[in-house]
């Protein structure tokens, strides 16, 4: 005869995953707000752990992708919405407060890093938040066309004369590269800047030399 397996084990694992994911769903909201002087990082450390141990890697690593997208997304329904006088500052803090808040999550989950996202190879923590900050924010279609006008647009005007915040271009043009390759292996600063960036030097300089050429004549 078979001995069935004890489903009362099984129901209780399963109730124990969903409660312990949600007490760790729930720290990363508080980490997106900024709370984390609020939590127990031994503790949520301690909570991942034991899920991977589980065998509960999956929920947990869907979960936190989940999460992540979701949080994400509504950053860039934020950001869209942003007054063009401050876009640019906008983006560039949101991605600064986003870098900070994925640095504590990767913490949390530093175990998942070294066990199950090697055996299932997964994107660790720090590039899955990465990638999907590139495909949900800069990718945006309110938000990638924008960004690069008003790059480009500052960029003009700095080579026209105007005092222009070049810090703050710096500072976007070091996130584009920070955000590393793109979906077809070349970087993402190529993609979505430079190949725009070179083409509108080449049509400022192509003004310059017409203008230098007629003043000359």
């Known amino acids: 005869f078979t001995i069935a397996p004890f489903k009362g084990v099984v129901q209780a694992d399963a109730e124990y995953a969903e409660r312990t994911w949600a007490a760790l769903r729930n720290a990363i909201s508080m980490i997106f707000e900024r709370k984390t002087s609020e939590l127990s990082f031994e503790e949520l450390y ?5 899920m991977v141990l589980r065998k509960h890697g999956d929920l947990m690593y869907s979960g936190l ?15 869209s919405a942003t007054d063009p006088a401050t876009f640019l500052t906008q983006v560039q ?15 949390i989950f530093m175990y998942m890093d070294r066990s199950y996202v090697i055996t299932k190879k997964k994107k660790p923590v720090h590039d899955l938040g990465v990638a999907l900050y590139r495909d949900n924010v800069i990718r945006n279609d309110a938000i990638a066309p924008r960004l690069i006008d008003t790059v480009l647009d500052l960029i003009d005007r700095e080579r026209n004369g105007e005092v222009v915040d070049t810090l703050l271009l710096r500072a976007i043009t070091r996130m584009l590269a920070e955000l590393g390759d793109d979906t077809d292996f070349n970087s993402v600063y ?6 725009s960036f070179l083409q509108r030097t080449r049509q400022f300089y192509a003004r310059e030399a017409q203008f230098y050429h007629t003043e000359a004549n």
């Open 46 to 50: 301690r909570f991942s752990y034991n």
């Open 65 to 79: 992708t989940e999460k992540l997208t979701s949080h994400l997304m509504s950053m860039a329904t934020s950001m």
């Open 93 to 107: 803090t949101q991605w600064t407060a986003f870098k900070v808040s994925l640095s504590h999550i990767r913490d």
């Open 190 to 195: 190529v993609n979505v800047f430079e190949t």
